[in-house]
């Protein structure tokens, strides 16, 4: 997934320790857009997965189309509304958050409850229809992660916002998106970090006894020796 991404730069003005302070925080809010758009083919029995980095509480949004390849036309066009596709999320536990069958467009929403890699799965469900069998279905999927994926539009329109409060609602949710997304960045680095002094620890014990066994091995060799001059009578 590709996503453009604009900074936002602010020119000096009195007070130059606040003036810092206001850019590095449009700079994490700039960086912390997460989401991007994309389209895949399939088989009729074919299954995509795709794998998104989530921190935890955060809602999650993906709205796709499917294209049915016209091989007439030899180009795509869209899709029969009886053509469904399934939709699967499991989190990282590996339980299964999400499955349901949706038709040939739609929106699927899902909110992490734990943080770490998500698996998304969509497959179609051709082999019930003949139009599709043996063919190639294009999908186009939008995938909107926090708080990119909230309507402000729509929220401005049912809560009566002036456009100051809209913005201000926004530059807050963006501010707790980047906190969730520095939470989720600590519990990487602490998982990182027990698996390091794991690694480190089990590498020590391995090292203690290849020692131990060499010892071993070296005092029975001396004995071993010792007692075969012994029997030649050599000592």
Not at 92 to 108: C, H, M, N, T, W
Not at 209 to 234: C, D, N, P, Y
Request: aromatic share 10%.
């Amino acid at each position: 997934m590709a996503a453009e991404q604009g900074v936002l730069f602010v020119g000096p003005w009195p007070g130059a320790g606040l003036g810092r302070v206001i850019r590095a925080l449009l700079l994490l809010l700039c960086f912390a857009a997460r989401g991007g758009t994309l389209y895949f083919h399939i088989g009729e029995t074919e299954k995509k997965c795709f794998i998104e980095e989530i921190p935890d509480e955060t809602m999650v949004i993906g709205n796709y189309r499917t294209q049915l390849y016209d091989k007439q036309r030899e180009e795509y066009q869209p899709a029969t509304p009886g053509l469904g596709m399934f939709v699967e999320v499991k989190d990282p536990e590996d339980k299964v958050i999400l499955a349901r069958q949706y038709g040939s467009e739609g929106r699927f929403t899902f909110t992490s409850h734990t943080p770490g890699e998500h698996q998304i799965c969509l497959h179609s469900n051709s082999t019930k229809f003949s139009l599709f069998a043996g063919g190639m279905l294009r999908v186009h999927l939008d995938i909107q992660v926090g708080e990119h994926a909230n309507d402000y539009a729509e929220i401005a329109a049912k809560d009566k916002l002036s456009e100051l409060q809209l913005r201000v609602r926004q530059l807050v949710e963006q501010v707790e998106q980047i906190q969730k997304e520095q939470n989720y960045q600590r519990w990487r680095e602490e998982r990182f970090r027990q698996t390091s002094e794991s690694t480190n620890q089990r590498v020590l014990w391995w090292s203690i006894l290849q020692t131990l066994i060499l010892v071993a091995i070296g005092v029975w060799q001396m004995r071993h020796l010792k007692s075969f001059f012994e029997a030649k009578k050599l000592v």
